[in-house]
């Protein structure tokens, strides 16, 4: 069964707006979660990660928020830029499992000008 | 920078074929990984080695070997390939640190 959960397989927004990409999780093991952004044709990229036990990480354009209580995570982009087109994936490490990632099925985003 | 690289981009087998599917990681990390990506599916892990010559089944071995002979290499084999096995191959590699280097994976298309 799937323990990472991105419920929006696509979004649109325009240039210059605010992308925010949403995540689910089921599992309380997990200790990290990060984002990974993905170009057709190229392998993920590590974009931003936040531990358990924190509530928020900022990185540049980058924000991810975390809310245990309600088991979702979110990814801000502000401002979207046109190169932020790509599939967007959520993934969660859990404590003390091997250091395997569970991945969410991703979300494209199109930012478009 | 880290470098995952895998050895081919494009494969295209037919049913039946043993397959080698090679990743190289120039950083000397311990923890190296297979996934497949398929569309609606994301990414679902196939195998993992956290040393040379040990490895971990992921969410789906079957039809899949793995081979880590050197801490750098680390081989992804599909038996006799099927029809099904047409996919995204991803190989990463891991630090000490939580995430994963990816390389830009293998698209391999079983006729």
């Known amino acids: 069964d799937q323990q990472v959960k991105q419920n929006s397989p696509s979004l649109s927004v325009q240039e210059g707006r605010i992308s925010i990409l949403n995540c689910d999780y089921t599992?309380?093991?997990?200790?990290?979660f990060l984002w990974y952004k993905k170009y057709p044709a190229e392998g993920p990229t590590f974009l931003i990660s936040i531990s358990s036990i924190k509530d928020k990480n900022e990185d540049g354009r980058f924000t991810v928020f975390l809310n245990k209580s309600a088991k979702h995570l979110s990814l801000h982009i502000v401002p979207s830029q046109p190169g932020d087109s790509a599939v967007y994936f959520c993934a969660a490490r859990e404590l003390n499992s091997g250091y395997a990632l569970n991945f969410g099925k991703g979300t494209s985003l199109l930012v478009t000008p | 920078d880290v470098k995952v690289t895998q050895s081919s981009r494009y494969l295209v087998k037919r049913t039946g074929e043993k397959v080698f599917l090679e990743c190289v990681q120039d950083?000397?990390?311990?923890?190296m990984f297979w996934y497949r990506q398929d569309p609606g599916l994301g990414l679902r892990l196939i195998y993992f080695s956290y040393d040379v010559k040990m490895k971990e089944k992921g969410d789906i071995p079957e039809g899949y070997s793995v081979s880590r002979e050197k801490k750098e290499r680390f081989s992804l084999i599909l038996e006799s390939t099927s029809t099904n096995q047409t996919s995204m191959y991803l190989c990463?590699?891991?630090?000490?640190?939580?995430?994963?280097?990816f390389g830009d994976g293998t698209r391999l298309s079983i006729l």
């Open positions: 950083m000397d990390h311990e923890n």
């Open positions: 990463a590699s891991r630090d000490t640190g939580v995430a994963q280097h």
């Open positions: 599992n309380s093991m997990f200790d990290y």
